[in-house]
């Protein structure tokens, strides 16, 4: 099973076509994520929302999306484990002024919509910061290094970015996953 789903996200990262994109609810689309993590592992940190319960629709794959938001989740989820009172939380909210520079001679790409993942483990080793959506890097002693790699090439098939950053306080840090993405407008 394991090589078969290492294979499976081999094949995924080097698929030279884009799946089709169309309106999608975020909302939906992540807590569909959050119920298939929570039936898998129901004893696991809990998976807080904070939504911006306004937001339109968002330009995407739901399924594309909702695997993308299963590889960050988990992560999450793992990286916090063992944190004193783990915390995982998925926020939306409207981030105007985030544009994606379109290839070629395209006007630019806004991206408004933000997916933010949280946790308040430890972080990513700083060595790897910069590495971290290229295949094969992990910090995880079984990891493959496969599943941000394929996180950022489904983030891009759809016309979004995801970033890293980290995020420290006097009651410990956080580390967050932003997924930003461009809003469907009324035509699609």
């Known amino acids: 099973d394991r090589i078969a789903k290492l294979i499976d996200q081999m094949q995924t990262l080097s698929r030279r076509t884009v799946e089709p994109v169309a309106p999608c609810n975020l909302h939906e689309a992540i807590r569909r994520a959050a119920a298939v993590l929570t039936a898998g592992a129901p004893n696991a940190v809990r998976i807080e929302e904070h939504f911006d319960p306004s937001l339109p629709a968002v330009l995407g794959n739901a399924g594309a999306l909702v695997q993308v938001l299963i590889n960050l989740i988990a992560n999450a989820r793992e990286a916090c484990a063992a944190a004193p009172g783990p915390r995982v939380v998925v926020g939306t909210r409207f981030a105007s002024g985030l544009q994606l520079h379109a290839p070629g001679d395209g006007p630019p790409l806004r991206l408004p919509i933000e997916v933010r993942v949280s946790d308040n483990g430890p972080g990513v080793d700083p060595a790897l910061r910069d590495r971290l959506f290229e295949p094969f890097v ?49 035509a699609d």
């Open 138 to 186: 992990t910090s995880k002693r079984s990891g493959q290094g496969l599943g941000l790699a394929l996180v950022r090439k489904l983030v891009a098939d759809m016309n979004g970015r995801i970033t890293n950053d980290r995020e420290e306080g006097p009651a410990g840090g956080w580390t967050h996953f932003r997924l930003h993405l461009p809003m469907a407008s009324r």
